[in-house]
């Protein structure tokens, strides 16, 4: 009879928990991300993969030395260090010199996660806050496109297809454009991850099925921007097909806007939040100054999040009757 | 007002929101329930139920026999406790129960003879006020863990009009499969007890809510459905998603009727009436009988287990002594629990009593009790899509970590049934029941000091 020689572990209840930890849920990211990583190499060269590995490489050290500086647990076991570091890739343009990317990095990891308490207290995306620095610090070097496959001859630039879409007289004209299939495989200008829209749309529907993402905000986001432009251009399903595919529409809507901290957790913040990115999306790039507007409408948007979180929070059970009653008589 | 169906296997009215799917491990499924030999001496805790503990009505060397009364109260919501071996009365004093408090408890210790008590006869039920009385001296509880004493279930107030009488056989909690052997082994009792119940209250509809995980029983409760031309076609058959916590009152009472119980109230208040299975069962059993409750069937499973088995014991008996019967244990635990893995205790020593609302004793090995280390919340919001009863653990948490009763209380923690699904379905494995529990118990203060 084999007795019980050590103490008993003593927990509360539930005692069995489900598989799924945060290291798995990341790596499930990191896995969605690596069509658009494999696109990347492809159209941009070696240059895409130099980027990609410093942006990972520096977000992962900086994690490391933040967390040992400021005397706390190391975590860049949980692998979200290297998510930010792939997204963070994927906004920039192939041609970055590498010490900027590097700033990027450290600026996402160090200022925008750890100063506000690490994983899950972000109260921007770090990746995006990263991008948005490198924006309004190196403006030219952030919009200097290399042209996709171009790579093993002599490099040339060219113009991301969201400046070439309007002629001189402001109209849309796809004459400057690349085609609508060499949209979708990824053969346009654009920052090394959000050029391929079928490499993203595949990641995103392996974080679907793997129930990592809730698939509302990226169809909410992408619909509002679609309706938006539908309308603001006369119904001109092309220059639609344009928006859509794009700038950083698909990267943002899929991989940028689903983050968990800097989201809403209810299926209707998610929604009003989708529909909130799309809209800003759609008045920056049509109306503003800026080409492109997905960061800062994500960016933007986040800081809305507890206020959404505030307004959208679900009626304990068995309480939504006697408030719509009341509803009822004051109405 | 009803939304019940009228014939056929119903399927669920509405599909209640959240939930987690469990891995079942109904391991002893297909193990009938043995009976285990009387014990050398069980002890007796004079609270097995929900309510006012009873005061032993015994002295220490009284000879006692199977089913006399050695505890009761005068207060309603309580349930007497009956000796459940014969022997000697050999000690009245203070016993510790799984959850760590400590109570009065009687100890007998067992001649062997398991004597049944000559009073023993199958009561004169012929109205309804003496149904109830019948059922509270039967000392029967609900035996699905929640252990509220059954006949203040059935004692509906009269301002209060109970139109549907459910039949809880949904067993959503892993490993426990004895509802389940219930089920197989005595559904012509469990028809019977349907019978009396809604006979004697008045009830036109009955559902009996099982899983769709248990096709088994199903088919044994559809053929009682079936075959009962006494009532017409007033008993259905719901077949539920098998999903935890299909099992839990509110839960279940939205699943059968489409009614939300409102915070604070009971199925009552929404014309509903909740029952075990094996409750009603039970309740069949002693009105032919006259046995009050002294034992109750217990899956003994786990990965420490040596022979898991369904097992009836005589209340009272030791746990250590339990696992013995079952083969003692194949590799050392390292962790307890009485109850299922969702809800039940972890306890500290196998030198425990079974009480009435013991349904599960489970070991588990090293390898499947290590506790797991903490990190930090990602806001997924899996533990507000888990949550059955639309709360937002991970909020509720943050605001009681602040110390905020008010927005603690605002955001409904006081709802929460302590499922587990939240803790559960956690990626970043945080203890949100225990979170949940303390929130509640700040709010509980906050109440007090007002």
């Known amino acids: 009879m084999i007795e019980i020689k050590n103490k008993l572990n003593v927990s509360a209840s539930p005692h069995v928990k489900s598989p799924k930890t945060v290291t798995g849920i990341m790596l499930d990211v990191i896995i969605a991300l690596c069509p658009a990583l494999i696109a990347s190499v492809f159209l941009f060269g070696p240059q895409a993969l130099a980027v990609t590995a410093v942006c990972v490489g520096t977000c992962v050290l900086s994690e490391f030395v933040a967390r040992k500086v400021m005397k706390r647990d190391n975590t860049i076991c949980d692998l979200s260090a290297i998510v930010t570091g792939l997204l963070l890739a994927f906004n920039l343009p192939s041609t970055i010199p590498l010490w900027m990317a590097a700033v990027g990095s450290v600026v996402s990891i160090v200022v925008v996660k750890q100063f506000f308490g690490g994983i899950g207290q972000n109260f921007v995306n770090p990746a995006l806050a990263g991008r948005i620095i490198l924006l309004t610090s190196f403006p030219t070097a952030m919009a200097t496109w290399a042209k996709p496959l171009s790579w093993k001859a002599e490099a040339t630039t060219t113009a991301s297809p969201l400046a070439a879409m309007y002629n001189e007289a402001g109209e849309f004209t796809a004459e400057n454009l690349p085609s609508l299939t060499d949209m979708l495989i990824g053969n346009r200008a654009g920052c090394l991850g959000e050029v391929c829209a079928i490499a993203l749309i595949l990641g995103g529907l392996y974080l679907v099925i793997r129930k990592v993402i809730s698939p509302a905000i990226p169809l909410a986001f992408v619909a509002t921007v ?9 119904f001109n399903m092309e220059y639609v097909a344009y928006q859509l595919l794009s700038g950083g529409l698909l990267i943002g809507a899929i991989f940028m806007a689903t983050d968990y901290t800097t989201s809403p957790i209810s299926l209707k913040g998610k929604i009003i ?21 997905v960061s800062f409408a994500i960016v933007i948007m986040n800081i809305l999040v507890s206020h959404i979180e505030r307004l959208t929070a679900p009626k304990p059970f068995g309480t939504k009757k006697e408030k719509k009653s009341k509803e009822v008589k004051s109405a | 007002m009803s939304k019940v169906k009228v014939s056929g296997v119903l399927k669920a009215v509405v599909k209640g929101r959240g939930g987690v799917k469990v891995d079942h ?11 285990m030999p009387a014990p050398k001496q069980v002890i007796l805790p004079m609270s097995q139920h929900i309510g006012a503990p009873c005061t032993p009505t015994v002295k220490v060397g009284d000879t006692v026999s199977v089913g006399q009364v050695i505890g009761d109260s005068d207060k309603f919501i309580s349930a007497p406790i009956h000796a459940s071996v014969s022997g000697t009365v050999k000690a009245i004093g203070n016993v510790a129960l799984p959850n760590g408090s400590v109570v009065q408890g009687v100890t007998i210790e067992s001649d062997g003879e398991m004597r049944i008590h000559e009073d023993i006869k199958p009561p004169k039920v012929d109205t309804l006020e003496e149904f109830i009385k019948a059922v509270r001296d039967s000392g029967l509880v609900g035996l699905g863990g929640a252990g509220f004493p059954a006949h203040v279930k059935l004692n509906v107030p009269k301002d209060k009009k109970v139109d549907t009488l459910i039949i809880n056989a949904a067993e959503c909690e892993p490993y426990i499969t004895v509802d389940y052997r219930e089920c197989i082994e005595n559904s012509w009792d469990i028809l019977s007890g349907i019978h009396i119940i809604k006979d004697f209250l008045g009830i036109n509809n009955v559902v009996i809510a099982i899983e769709n995980n248990k096709p088994k029983a199903f088919e044994m409760l559809k053929r009682i459905a079936d075959s009962d031309n006494y009532s017409g076609d007033a008993i259905k058959i719901m077949e539920l998603e098998s999903k935890y916590p299909q099992g839990a009152e509110k839960v279940m009472v939205l699943s ?10 009971l ?4 014309g509903c009436l909740l029952m075990n299975v094996t409750s009603v069962a039970y309740i069949a059993k002693y009105l032919k009988t006259g046995m009050p409750l002294v034992s109750r069937a217990l899956t003994v499973d786990g990965s420490a287990i040596a022979e898991p088995k369904n097992v009836r014991v005589p209340l009272g008996t030791n746990i250590s002594e339990i696992i013995e019967f079952c083969g003692g244990f194949k590799e050392e635990p390292h962790k307890i629990i009485t109850g299922g893995p969702m809800m039940g205790l972890s306890i500290v020593s196998t030198d425990l009593p079974v009480s009435k609302s013991n349904n599960a004793i489970l070991a588990f090995t090293e390898k499947d009790a290590a506790l797991t280390k903490e990190s930090a919340c990602i806001r997924c919001g ?18 009681a970590k602040a110390g905020d009763a008010e927005a603690v209380e605002k955001a409904g923690v006081m709802v929460c049934m302590e499922c587990g699904s939240c ?12 979170n949940m529990r303390a929130a509640k118990a700040l709010v509980r203060e906050a109440g007090a000091k007002k």
């Open chain 1, 226 to 234: 679609a309706v938006f432009m539908a309308v603001a251009g006369g």
């Open chain 1, 273 to 293: 939040f989708g529909i909130g990115c799309g809209l800003i999306t759609s008045l920056i790039r049509f109306y503003g100054n800026l080409p492109e507007g």
């Open chain 2, 25 to 35: 491990r109904k391991n002893t499924a297909e193990l009938e329930i043995v009976n």
């Open chain 2, 256 to 265: 059968a009727t489409g009614r939300k119980v409102p915070p604070g109230k």
């Open chain 2, 267 to 270: 199925p009552a208040d929404v």
């Open chain 2, 382 to 399: 899996r533990c507000a899509t888990a949550c059955p009863m639309s709360l937002m653990p991970t909020v509720i948490v943050r605001h």
């Open chain 2, 423 to 434: 803790s559960y379905s956690c990626p970043a494995k945080k203890p949100l029941v225990q």
